[in-house]
């Protein structure tokens, strides 16, 4: 019989839980060596929603933790470091809150969310009420933490407060988790209570990173790293891990091996999944030269294994309508990027004008700087440019656009197969009429050049990513073809498509040059059927002109 098949931990956050109750674990215990030999004293990851970042701290708190049980850790990565692991692990006392549930319509409401995760995270070491290394002062000190109806200023000393109690009673100093620090940040804006919070969360942090002498090391996470306000000024040791940078990539999220191993052991395709959630692209610079990582959104991933269907499991916790908030700021041309990157296209930004804030937006980059961090784009750090990173987050787009009155935009990429169809059908005059129609319907965006053409084709044959890994610039021949359509492993039975595109030429001009360039050798080892187009804009007739022909390839 084959290995056991375990359950898959969907919604499940808390470490010792996914290990006693034999979950499947994709084992991220590297992170704590990596932590401690390269990170700060203070250590901010910011990672988009649903990467893993919970779990991690989950994970590290039950590491470090005097009362966590060692033995969940058995046959983990972690373990091949003994000296590190005597010397850390199960050593020192821990406080992890979450921010999380910080949501409220009103600052007031608010508050009382906060007060109850700071009374929660005092009530998990109540024998310091006991404890004989503390004076009746520190014991008083320790109920205020307990009291519902604690000040600012007691909520705000709070997390230092309690490091310094635990640092007496145990005599070692303290590690502080916090995880989903800007949610509340978030809320507030959605909200209209934005600077009330900032001034809570800010003063919460200074005082339980920047005065609290009882510290070993802190670790937070968010989505992005709030400045306004410098939040985090003054903090000694401070070091920021964003997902444009590439330390710790593959702690956060699954590698390419992690999910080609899921995809055999649940029998699920790995090239569908590929298509589905890949596309976070990261690069670690080192001195054996760069070391390239393709992330895949874990929730994603293990929802599909699990129901054994891809889909877009993005929206059960990012709904569309946050998308929606930032791609309708049209600044700079910023609609123009977008339907541009729908297309399958990159588009230059400069992520070092990013002021760090969910309420300051200068220019185009900035709203898709935001849009890296928060996950609905990826960030190529050596072209400088950003693009939608798979099927499931470009679904997203297409879900807040259809609610959106983009002159045709959603029409377009939700457009019938019919367009397929005729190409498929070699119906040249139809492939024209529709391309004619999807030009018509895009009128916001710029039409000028080979390139426009280019992403208006890729639109019109959104549907066909169904089918077909769209390549844009394929090295083929003696040149590049523009556009090649290259069926999936479960759609062989459809021909390859070859598209070059002509500006103010001729369509049978675009055909010829497919076969004098010989770009079809790019496709020889595919043994089915190939169809050569050539596509052409006359910009007197502002109409498009097709050929179709087909090209049986040599066996």
Same mark, same amino acid.
């Given at each position: 019989?084959?290995e056991?098949?375990?359950?898959?931990?969907?919604?499940?956050?808390?470490?010792?839980?996914?290990?006693?109750?034999?979950?499947?674990?994709?084992?991220?215990?590297?992170?704590?060596?990596?932590?401690?030999?390269?990170?700060?004293?203070?250590?901010l990851?910011t990672?988009?929603?649903?990467?893993?970042?919970?779990?991690?701290?989950?994970?590290?708190?039950?590491?470090?933790?005097?009362?966590?049980?060692?033995?969940?850790?058995?046959?983990?990565?972690?373990?091949?470091?003994?000296k590190?692991?005597?010397e850390?692990?199960?050593?020192?006392?821990?406080?992890?809150v979450s921010?999380?549930?910080?949501?409220?319509?009103?600052?007031?409401?608010?508050?009382?969310?906060?007060?109850?995760?700071?009374?929660?995270?005092?009530?998990?070491?109540?024998?310091?009420?006991?404890?004989?290394?503390?004076?009746?002062?520190?014991?008083?000190?320790?109920?205020?933490?307990?009291?519902?109806?604690?000040?600012?200023?007691?909520?705000?000393?709070?997390?230092r407060?309690?490091?310094?109690l635990?640092?007496?009673?145990?005599?070692?100093?303290?590690?502080?988790?916090?995880?989903?620090?800007?949610?509340p940040l978030?809320?507030?804006?959605?909200?209209?209570?934005?600077?009330?919070?900032?001034?809570?969360?800010?003063?919460?942090?200074e005082?339980?990173l920047?005065?609290?002498?009882?510290?070993?090391?802190? *670790?937070?996470?968010?989505?992005?790293?709030?400045?306004?306000?410098? #939040?985090? @000024?003054?903090? =000694?040791n401070? +070091? %920021? /891990?964003?997902?444009?940078?590439?330390?710790?990539?593959?702690?956060?999220?699954?590698?390419?091996?992690?999910?080609?191993?899921?995809?055999?052991?649940?029998?699920?395709s790995?090239?569908?999944?590929?298509?589905w959630?890949?596309?976070y692209?990261?690069?670690?610079?080192?001195?054996?030269?760069d070391r390239?990582?393709?992330?895949?959104?874990p929730?994603?991933?293990?929802?599909?294994?699990?129901?054994?269907?891809?889909?877009?499991?993005?929206?059960?916790?990012?709904?569309?309508?946050?998308?929606?908030?930032?791609?309708?700021?049209?600044?700079?041309?910023l609609?123009?990027s977008? *339907?541009?990157?729908l297309?399958?296209?990159s588009?230059?930004?400069? #992520?070092g @004008?990013?002021? =760090?804030?969910? +309420? %300051? /937006?200068?220019?185009?980059?900035?709203?898709?700087?935001?849009?890296?961090?928060?996950?609905?784009?990826?960030?190529?750090?050596?072209?400088?440019?950003?693009?939608?990173?798979?099927?499931?987050?470009s679904?997203?787009?297409?879900?807040?656009?259809?609610?959106?009155?983009?002159?045709?935009?959603?029409?377009s990429?939700?457009s019938?197969r019919?367009?397929?169809?005729?190409?498929?059908?070699m119906?040249?005059?139809?492939?024209?009429?529709?391309i004619?129609?999807?030009?018509?319907?895009?009128?916001?965006?710029?039409?000028?050049?080979?390139?426009?053409?280019?992403?208006?084709?890729?639109?019109?044959?959104?549907?066909?990513?169904?089918?077909?890994?769209? #390549?844009?610039e394929?090295?083929?021949?003696?040149?590049?073809?523009?556009i090649?359509?290259?069926?999936?492993?479960?759609?062989?039975?459809?021909?390859?498509?070859?598209?070059?595109?002509?500006?103010?030429?001729s369509?049978a001009?675009?055909l010829?040059?497919?076969?004098?360039?010989?770009?079809?050798?790019?496709?020889?080892?595919?043994?089915?059927?190939?169809?050569l187009?050539?596509?052409?804009?006359?910009?007197?007739?502002?109409?498009?002109?097709?050929?179709?022909?087909v090209?049986?390839?040599?066996?």
């Amino acid at each position: 019989m084959g290995e056991e098949k375990k359950r898959l931990p969907v919604g499940l956050e808390n470490f010792e839980q996914i290990i006693k109750d034999n979950y499947y674990y994709v084992d991220k215990t590297g992170l704590i060596s990596e932590l401690i030999r390269n990170g700060g004293m203070v250590n901010l990851f910011t990672r988009p929603r649903r990467f893993g970042k919970t779990l991690n701290m989950s994970m590290l708190e039950y590491f470090f933790s005097i009362e966590g049980d060692k033995s969940i850790f058995d046959g983990l990565e972690i373990l091949k470091d003994p000296k590190l692991c005597d010397e850390y692990m199960g050593k020192y006392p821990v406080i992890s809150v979450s921010l999380k549930g910080i949501n409220a319509a009103a600052y007031e409401g608010a508050f009382d969310f906060a007060v109850q995760i700071m009374q929660r995270a005092a009530e998990a070491f109540q024998f310091l009420c006991d404890s004989e290394c503390l004076s009746e002062h520190d014991k008083e000190a320790y109920k205020k933490l307990l009291d519902s109806n604690m000040s600012e200023a007691v909520f705000c000393s709070g997390l230092r407060r309690l490091s310094e109690l635990l640092a007496k009673h145990y005599g070692t100093k303290v590690i502080l988790l916090i995880d989903e620090y800007d949610v509340p940040l978030a809320k507030a804006f959605a909200n209209g209570y934005y600077d009330q919070m900032v001034f809570l969360i800010r003063n919460l942090l200074e005082q339980a990173l920047k005065t609290n002498s009882s510290l070993k090391l802190a *670790v937070l996470t968010g989505c992005m790293r709030i400045s306004k306000e410098s #939040i985090f @000024t003054g903090l =000694n040791n401070f +070091t %920021t /891990f964003t997902i444009a940078d590439v330390d710790f990539d593959e702690y956060f999220g699954f590698t390419e091996q992690e999910v080609s191993d899921l995809c055999k052991k649940y029998q699920m395709s790995f090239d569908e999944a590929k298509q589905w959630y890949d596309g976070y692209d990261l690069i670690a610079h080192h001195q054996s030269g760069d070391r390239y990582y393709s992330m895949y959104s874990p929730k994603s991933v293990v929802e599909a294994m699990l129901r054994h269907k891809f889909g877009t499991y993005w929206n059960q916790t990012e709904t569309y309508e946050a998308l929606k908030i930032y791609i309708q700021m049209d600044m700079d041309g910023l609609q123009d990027s977008v *339907v541009r990157m729908l297309a399958g296209e990159s588009v230059s930004i400069n #992520i070092g @004008t990013f002021s =760090n804030d969910m +309420t %300051t /937006f200068a220019t185009k980059d900035d709203i898709l700087t935001l849009l890296v961090h928060l996950g609905y784009l990826t960030y190529d750090s050596i072209s400088e440019t950003a693009a939608i990173p798979n099927k499931e987050v470009s679904q997203e787009y297409v879900n807040a656009i259809s609610t959106m009155n983009w002159h045709g935009v959603a029409d377009s990429v939700e457009s019938p197969r019919k367009l397929l169809e005729a190409l498929w059908a070699m119906d040249a005059d139809t492939v024209a009429s529709g391309i004619d129609k999807a030009h018509e319907e895009m009128s916001i965006l710029q039409y000028n050049d080979e390139n426009s053409l280019s992403c208006t084709v890729n639109l019109a044959f959104y549907f066909a990513r169904e089918y077909y890994t769209m #390549i844009r610039e394929l090295p083929s021949g003696k040149g590049f073809a523009d556009i090649c359509m290259i069926p999936r492993k479960t759609h062989l039975d459809k021909p390859a498509v070859m598209i070059e595109l002509k500006w103010d030429k001729s369509a049978a001009g675009a055909l010829n040059q497919i076969k004098e360039k010989d770009y079809g050798s790019a496709l020889k080892d595919y043994q089915g059927n190939l169809l050569l187009v050539g596509i052409n804009y006359d910009r007197v007739t502002k109409k498009h002109e097709c050929v179709i022909e087909v090209a049986q390839k040599q066996l």
